[in-house]
């Protein structure tokens, strides 16, 4: 038997909602190319989404939202400071984007986990710091960049950076609060 209108309907309703999870999963499982950035805004991006989704007009993909939400919150709290140090490491971003996506989650926990993290980010320093105080630069081995890694080509490994550049640039002049 053939799906009736209304049930093609539905389904195309499913997977509009669910093809930035198969995007997003894509992404943050590649092995060609370094992620760690990405997943802070990735991870941000499936939030925003299942915020957007909550007033869906199509009650099946209403009804899969609070648990996803549910799911991603407890993912959320467990990775989010992490995530964010790999974004505020990256010399193209800092502590600016991580302070706006926050603010868009949840204002009123906003300034906490920013302070978490910058704790977070002085305790990585000082540890840092204090290592290599006390280790001599004349013993410590040194590591030299092979010269194939700067040949012709090897930039299409950064390739998904302009994107995420873009995204960024997005989500600062975007107005989530539609």
Do not use: H
Not at 36 to 48: K, R, T
Not at 118 to 141: A, G, I, M, Q, V
Not at 145 to 154: F, L, Y
């Amino acid at each position: 038997m053939a799906p009736t209108a209304e049930e093609w309907t539905r389904s195309e309703n499913i997977c509009r909602f669910l093809r930035p999870f198969a995007v997003i999963t894509s992404l943050m499982s590649g092995s060609n190319y370094p992620t760690s950035n990405l997943y802070f805004y990735q991870v941000w991006l499936i939030n925003d989404w299942l915020r957007i989704n909550e007033e869906s007009e199509d009650e099946v993909v209403r009804e899969m939202v609070p648990p996803m939400k549910e799911k991603f919150d407890k993912y959320w709290e467990e990775v989010s400071c992490v995530f964010a140090m790999a974004v505020v490491f990256d010399p193209r971003f800092n502590l600016s984007i991580v302070d706006c996506c926050l603010g868009k989650l949840d204002m009123s926990t906003r300034d906490a986990k920013l302070r978490n993290l910058r704790d977070k980010l002085s305790t990585l320093f000082e540890s840092y710091d204090k290592k290599s105080k006390t280790n001599s630069p004349s013993t410590e081995p040194r590591e030299t960049v092979p010269q194939n890694v700067c040949a012709e080509g090897s930039m299409g490994m950064f390739e998904n950076y302009n994107n995420v550049q873009l995204g960024f640039k997005c989500l600062m002049a975007k107005d989530y609060n539609v």
